[in-house]
Each structure stands twice: as C-alpha cells, then as structure tokens.
C-alpha cells in the first residue's frame, strides 16, 4: 500500500554535497557507454585494474587441442579462478552451465582451420548471439602483415560498430603469421591499428625488448597472450614482466591447461597479476598448491 498517511517531509538532499563523478579506472575507456564500461568491469577486476582470462578458444581452429579434449573434465574446475572464460559458442552451450556468474568472452570470428591459410577468417557469430548469450565482450583477430589483412581488419571494424550499438565491447587479438617478426615494432604497429580503428582493449604476444613501447602507444589496455607452453616459472616470469610493463593482465590458455597442475597455476597466474608477486614467490605457490593436490 502507498505510504500516504505520514509522508516525511525531512528530506535528504545534501545540497551542500556536489554529486561525485567517477571516472572509469580502465585506460582510455572513461568516454565509453554505461553497458561497455559495465561489461569490461566484469572482466578487469576494478580494485586491480586487471584481469586474469582464460583462453579455451582454440579448437575453433584446430579441434580438440591438447588439455582441451574434455572440456568438463578439465577447464570447468578452473574457471572459479579466471576472471573470465574466453571460448566458442559451441562450448559455452554445450559443456559451460547458464548458472555461471564467470563473465564470457567470446570467440567471433572464424572459418579457417589449421589446414589452410588461417588470416582467411570472417565474422561467424551473429550479433543477436553474444546478446543472446550475454556476453562480455567479443573477440575478433587481427592479422596485420597476413594475406587477408584488409578482411581480418574490416572484421573487427564490423563487430566494434554493431558492438557499440548494443553495449559490448571487442577485443581485438593479434595474430602473428608464422614468418613474421615478432618484435616490439611489430606490436606496436599491429596494436594501435587496432585501437585507431575501435578496439576496447586488444591481446597482444609479450615481447622482451621494449614491450613498454607496445603497451605506451596503445591508448586502450592491453592484456597478454601466452602462446606456447613454456615452463611454469618462465611463463609467470612472462606474465610478471608483461603486467609490469603496462599490460592490463593476460588471456593465457596452453600454459595454464597444459600445466602438470592447472589449478595450482592459474592461481599462481593470479598472484602475479593481480597482486604483483614476484614470479619467484608465485612459483612457490605454485609448487606448494600443487604438492597439496
Ligand atoms: C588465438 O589465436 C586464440 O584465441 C587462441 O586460441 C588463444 O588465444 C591461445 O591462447 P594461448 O596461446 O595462451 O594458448
């Protein structure tokens, strides 16, 4: 029932207060709209400023990869340590349960396999289906120097406009072909291509010389890829060295999946991106949690 009888008439309005008005704590992302800043929210960690993701996306181009053969046996009991799940909507639907709170990221474009020219990708995934899924953001690659450059590139363009009518948000991944240098200049380029033409935040390889510069010239934030599996120490030293050097965390798949112990790993992963352990005290966790289990 309507509160009529007694309605209070000391009112709160604090007029000697100004209103407070935050601005957004991701790079470059405070001009962004309510749903995109509240979606990438659920994928930074806002007290870190970064995020700890994890890529289970490969078999859209090159079925069931090693660590990936079952999904539910081996990624779902370690997804309550990623900030987010990064996979296809084939996965999502059929292993992921909807009672997930875990905020997804996903995979949108594909069409190519391991067996032919892989920069041949297109968009795969209608926009009414990341709305449909409730997705956090949206990932596209990016082959800069590739032979359908101009179509991986249009690719993302596409996502970043319809994204931006509904709210969500696209990750551009950069992808590097397999005779191409890998270097701080090659990142460089390939990441602000990106961001200049609408990317919310990009998954850049890390690179020891001058990774700084790849991460200083992109306006928007930059998370790690992890690439090969590399040994666990060396992979947090990767990790350690990309976050402070300006990465805004990592999207790692093989070198926590394929680790001898995954949930020992990912929350060692976490340690060193979210609380800036050192890779030496993370690797101790890491043996520690994994003698445990
Ligand atoms: C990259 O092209 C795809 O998104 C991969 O499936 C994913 O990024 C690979 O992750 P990682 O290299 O850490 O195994």
């Known amino acids: 029932m309507a509160d009529t009888d007694e309605i209070k008439e000391a009112k709160m309005f604090h007029t000697d207060k100004p209103q407070k008005t935050e601005g957004f704590f991701l790079k470059g992302s405070n001009s962004l709209d309510w749903g995109i800043k509240n979606r990438l929210a659920r994928i930074f960690n806002p007290v870190s400023g970064r995020t700890v993701m994890l890529a289970i996306d490969h078999g859209y181009f090159q079925g069931p990869t090693t660590g990936l053969e079952r999904i539910d046996i081996s990624i779902l009991p370690l997804a309550p340590y990623a900030d987010t799940l990064m996979l296809t909507r084939g996965i999502l639907r059929s292993i992921v349960p909807p009672t997930t709170s875990k905020s997804i990221v996903l995979r949108v474009s594909g069409g190519a396999s391991i067996l032919k020219e892989l920069s041949n990708e297109d968009i795969a995934v209608d926009i009414e289906e990341s709305i449909r899924l409730n997705v956090c953001a949206m990932a596209v690659q990016v082959f800069i120097g590739g032979e359908y450059e101009r179509q991986s590139i ?140």
Not at 172 to 192: E, N, P
Not at 202 to 230: H, L, N, Q, R, W
Not at 266 to 273: C, E, N, P, S, T
């Open 154 to 293: 249009i690719n993302m363009t596409r996502m970043v406009d319809i994204g931006n009518r509904y709210g969500i948000p696209t990750m551009a991944v950069t992808a590097v072909g397999k005779d191409m240098a890998r270097d701080a200049k090659y990142f460089r380029l390939a990441c602000r291509i990106c961001a200049e033409l609408g990317a919310h935040y990009i998954k850049s390889y890390y690179v020891e010389k001058d990774f700084d510069t790849v991460t200083a010239s992109c306006p928007v934030p930059i998370v790690m890829a992890g690439g090969k599996k590399i040994p666990e120490l060396d992979a947090l030293t990767m990790a350690y060295n990309a976050v402070q050097k300006g990465a805004a965390g990592v999207d790692m798949g093989r070198n926590i999946f394929q680790s001898e112990a995954p949930v020992a790993m990912i929350k060692a992963v976490r340690a060193v991106v979210h609380d800036n352990e050192t890779p030496a005290a993370a690797f101790d966790l890491y043996n520690t949690l994994k003698n445990q289990d």
